[in-house]
């Protein structure tokens, strides 16, 4: 009974502490409930998040440039497709073989072998090696008859950066190439998009309009494992395009002022007088962009860099030259301006002036005698624009210079190798050399010698704006978003004022006092050109179609000696850093001018002999093209 | 009362499949059914090495649950003091020939399948117990030769369990004998002072702690100090548990398990993967499943007429209960990471061979529930 009555007690005794444990169990299973709600439900969103980050990653593609096109659409910057070749580690049985087998297929150097191996190194082994950029199509069909024996090796075809007309606008358009690391640092967009093998400008405009023709990346999902490696591919997001880009530029004049300038150092601009577009831009010599597409051999680059012509100056805007005599309608013009002189005014010319003792010479040994401006500008005659100079004085000159854009940067935004040159003041002088002005010194500027320096666009547009009539244009090379015709660009020049959209408001565009004065340098100009002694008189064209006005000028790279004034030299005898710059600044047609135009031809003797007649030559084409130009000015419109 | 006793002692197998309880049967065949297709997954959706062993050794271990079943609860009240001392010598063993990997020495090579001696010893100190206190008249309960022996009996293969090392079960053996002690009657406020102790001693326990038990402890506070290292797997576990939302992710699309962010999906973060691909409304489901099993036990051990076979019901399905807590709590990030698989889900042929031995004791208890055992 006892025993019976104890064992009653204990079953209850293991029943009420079971309740205990019981209800225990209850809470403890309802708070797991509880925290899997809050893990499942309330959370949900926050882990499902850092879920797709662990399992989606995101694999960025290079961007694809946009086109640059000339003002007809033609395609001067594009791209190409090309092939490459790739190696992915973990798919290769055995490196060495695969190496050696493609050391023999591509001609690989040793040098390649070991950063490939140096690559293998450093990348993870299902990260592709890019083995080649660019295969040529015999190497890429090569690669693919070997393929079965080639495990791990992936042929690719990718997109890269093509300049179809090669040298011609290579000091224009820059080139891409592989970005350095300062770079990138330095360029919010390019730290964005970069991705190895991707090439960014490096000079000219691909440079300055890297942010607009850059693109985006085309950017592939991956859902990826624990270690990283690639399991599916997700969705492809298609990268853009960056902007196509359309310039001023008109490849077959551009073209044809690399065929005149063959083998030569020198510039050639050409410029529409009322818009200021910049119709070609050619620095001779140029060299091929597409070199430094995938890295330009040494050899190569030694070629460039060391040609004593030196094409990696972009003369146009880089190049400093005196101006020489093509600063004569400037010179009568502010002398005008100032009514320093008028049309009656003479100069006896007996090839030389005196003055404090010094002797300033006349190219023309014998002297012209009693010369007019207009005579004076048609041959070109230095004793009378010393003394219009010697009258004017330096000041007064600067200042009708610089409205016509000397010693300032035509495309300033554009190119940051553009130099502003220099026109000289007597305030500059004392600023900077801290000697007092000499009257000898204003005699020499007269003559566009001594200290005034320019570039060959500022001739050009210096030219531009006289023939237009004196009215102030600002030269571009990228067609913006809404071109203004040259028949409206003509029409607001004369009423003298041009709305400008930029600052709203009307700006006066008249660079004269009065325009008299403008139209007689246009008569001495066409002189020069187009009369009997003028002194470009040989390259003239009579068909008025192609007429054309112009000015020579022939730059000192140092001073004549009195000896060698006396020797009177033929070119070939004088060492080529010693000849003389040959200058040539014109615009036409002359009735109706429509283009302006300067040429410089380093060292080429004078400019009448070397450089006119590469106008008359670039004149016929100039014209012809003009009515295509015109057609084409409604052509698509693109904003940048 | 002796003619009851015979007859019952004289049942039929006819009798005895009658008397199965079907509710714990169906409910352990779902869930093994539910562990072989996680397995499934686990496997990437292909029927490889873990689906096929887990599959095999579901398919013997069932049968020997109802073979265990089928010998009469006595037979097991008769045997269970050998049975622990079995238990003891297979960690002895263990201890001084077993199998060592990763660090730890717990498993022994018996031909067919690599036990870990350990996990027996959750069921073992169960049956010990509760014949121990089935024998021990109440006014004893609280004397000090029985608390000791109690103790010791606890103690022992706590310790050679923890020096193997292995926290995680040696904790699991110390609450399971502990439960008993609870239901046996002991004083609540013996229980009560030697928490107070063990907390006040807490501080000297983590002393002995090896490097890795104390960096996991830490890691438990704040998982985010070291989110590559030591907290990457209850990092990864609760993402993918969170990500799996109300109705999961789907089955075989659990990216978190398939792209291996998940560590030791197979054995103690199995619940994670059936969380993310099935979702809060899975996971309940499973724990209903628990639920129904828990209860079950609870129900056939107050049916029995014996104190042996209700102590022995209720401290397994008390065991079974902290076994779940302590998994479900471990991938939740509500306790460290102590290594305790979840019954049956858990690839791991010892802890399933342990758990299929416990049910079979059960549902000989059902079957036998009118069993008196002197």
């Given at each position: 009974m006892i025993k019976s009555n104890s064992g009653i007690r204990k079953t209850d005794v293991i029943n009420r502490r079971m309740f205990i444990i019981g209800a225990a169990k209850v809470v403890v299973f309802a708070a797991i409930v509880a925290r899997l709600f809050s893990l499942q439900i309330n959370e949900n969103k926050k882990y499902l998040t850092l879920s797709d980050k662990n399992r989606i990653r995101e694999w960025k593609l290079p961007p694809t440039r946009g086109n640059i096109v000339d003002y007809f659409g033609n395609v001067i910057a594009g791209n190409l497709k090309v092939y490459q070749l790739h190696i992915i580690p973990e798919q290769v049985e055995n490196f060495n073989y695969l190496l050696v087998r493609l050391k023999n297929l591509l001609n690989l150097s040793d040098k390649k072998i070991t950063r490939i191996n140096k690559l293998k190194a450093e990348l993870k082994p299902w990260d592709s090696i890019i083995v080649s950029e660019n295969l040529s199509w015999s190497q890429f069909v090569k690669i693919n008859n070997y393929l079965y024996d080639l495990v791990g090796v992936k042929p690719v075809m990718t997109i890269s950066r093509n300049?179809?007309?090669?040298?011609?606008?290579t000091h224009v358009l820059g080139y891409v190439s592989q970005p350095n690391e300062q770079e990138i640092l330095d360029n919010q967009i390019i730290q964005e998009r970069f991705v190895p093998g991707m090439k960014i400008g490096k000079l000219g405009l691909e440079k300055r309009l890297e942010n607009h023709l850059i693109g985006t990346n085309a950017i592939q999902r991956y859902e990826v494992n624990a270690y990283g490696k690639r399991i599916n591919q997700l969705e492809h997001q298609k990268g853009q395009q960056g902007s196509k880009i359309r310039l001023t530029v008109d490849t077959e004049i551009q073209k044809a002022c690399g065929k005149l300038l063959n083998g030569k150092a020198g510039s050639i601009s050409v410029m529409?007088?009322?818009?200021?577009?910049?119709?070609a831009m050619y620095s001779s010599p140029s060299y091929n962009p597409n070199l430094f597409l995938f890295g330009i051999s040494q050899d190569e680059w030694q070629l460039i860099r060391n040609n004593p012509l030196k094409p990696l100056i972009n003369k146009t805007i880089s190049g400093l030259y005196s101006p020489g005599s093509t600063i004569k309608p400037i010179v009568a013009l502010s002398a005008l301006e100032n009514n320093v002189i008028d049309t009656k005014f003479k100069v006896k010319c007996t090839g030389k002036m005196e003055l404090y003792g010094q002797t300033f010479h006349c190219w023309k040994e014998k002297g012209h005698g009693w010369v007019s401006m207009k005579n004076a500008m048609k041959q070109s005659c230095d004793t009378y624009f010393y003394e219009v100079a010697r009258l004017l004085g330096v000041d007064r000159l600067n200042i009708t210079a610089q409205k016509f854009g000397l010693g300032k940067k035509v495309l300033g935004e554009y190119f940051d190798t553009e130099k502003k040159g220099l026109f000289p003041n007597t305030k500059w002088k004392k600023n900077n050399l801290g000697k007092g002005w000499v009257l000898g010194e204003t005699l020499i500027t007269g003559i566009g010698q001594g200290y005034i320096q320019s570039t060959p666009l500022q001739l050009c547009m210096m030219t531009a704006q006289i023939a237009n009539g004196g009215y102030s244009i600002k030269p571009k090379i990228i067609v913006d978003s809404n071109p203004i015709s040259y028949e409206d660009a003509k029409q607001s020049m004369e009423s003298g004022f041009l709305f400008d959209s930029e600052s709203e408001e009307l700006l006066d565009?008249?660079?004269?006092?009065?325009?008299k004065n403008i139209k007689i340098v246009q008569e001495a100009m066409f002189s020069s050109t187009n009369e009997r002694f003028g002194t470009s008189y040989k390259s003239r064209i009579d068909d008025p179609k192609y007429q054309f006005a112009g000015k020579t000028g022939t730059a000192q790279v140092k001073r004549i000696s009195k000896r060698e004034r006396e020797l009177d030299l033929e070119l070939e005898q004088i060492p080529y850093k010693d000849r003389d710059h040959a200058l040539y600044v014109a615009y036409g047609p002359y009735v109706n001018p429509r283009y302006a135009l300067s040429i410089i031809v380093e060292h080429g003797g004078s400019g009448s002999k070397a450089a006119a007649p590469i106008a008359k030559k670039l004149f016929k084409l100039i014209i012809d093209r003009h009515e295509l130009r015109n057609k084409q000015s409604n052509f698509e419109r693109i904003t940048i | 009362m002796f003619q009851h006793d015979r007859l019952n002692n004289e049942i039929t197998l006819l009798q005895k499949i009658k008397n199965l309880d079907y509710v714990l049967l169906i409910s352990v065949i779902l869930l093994s059914v539910i562990s072989v297709f996680v397995m499934y997954s686990t496997d990437g959706g292909e029927i490889l090495f873990h689906t096929k062993n887990h599959f095999v050794k579901l398919a013997v271990f069932f049968p020997l649950m109802i073979f265990v079943a089928f010998f009469n609860i006595k037979f097991w009240h008769n045997f269970s003091y050998i049975i622990y001392l079995i238990v003891i010598l297979l960690l002895v063993y263990v201890s001084f020939f077993g199998i060592k990997s990763s660090g730890s020495q717990r498993w022994m090579d018996v031909y067919f399948f690599v036990l870990q001696p350990s996990e027996l010893m959750k069921i073992a100190i169960i049956m010990c117990l509760a014949k121990y206190y089935h024998r021990l008249k109440i006014e004893n309960v609280n004397s000090l030769t029985s608390i000791t022996i109690v103790l010791a009996v606890i103690l022992i293969p706590t310790i050679f369990v923890v020096s193997q090392p292995d926290l995680g079960t040696s904790i699991l053996i110390a609450l399971s004998g502990l439960i008993i002690l609870w239901l046996g009657g002991v004083k609540i406020k013996y229980f009560i002072y030697s928490f107070i102790t063990f907390l006040i001693s807490l501080p000297f326990i983590i002393s002995f702690l090896k490097p890795y038990q104390k960096l996991r402890i830490l890691t438990f506070l704040d998982p985010d100090r070291d989110p590559l290292g030591a907290g990457y797997q209850i990092i990864q576990s609760k993402i993918a548990i969170g990500s799996g939302g109300l109705d999961g992710k789907g089955f075989l699309k659990g990216t978190q398990s398939y792209l291996d962010f998940l560590p030791e999906k197979h054995t103690d973060f199995i619940f994670t993967l059936f969380s993310e691909e099935f979702g809060f409304i899975g996971s309940v489901g499973l724990l209903i499943l628990y639920s129904i099993i828990i209860f079950r036990i609870l129900r056939i051990g107050s049916i029995s007429r014996s104190n042996f076979a209700r102590l022995f019901c209720f401290g397994y399905a008390f065991a079974i209960f902290i076994y779940i807590v302590v998994n479900l709590s471990m991938v939740l990030g509500l306790l460290p990471i102590v290594g305790s698989p979840l019954p049956i889900m858990s690839y791991g042929g010892s802890s399933m061979l342990a758990t299929m031995i416990g049910f079979g004791i059960v549902l000989s208890a059902k079957i036998n529930h009118k069993q008196i055992i002197a």
């Open positions: 300049y179809p007309f090669n040298d011609v606008y529409d007088i009322f818009t200021g577009d910049i119709i565009k008249r660079l004269f006092k009065d325009k | -």
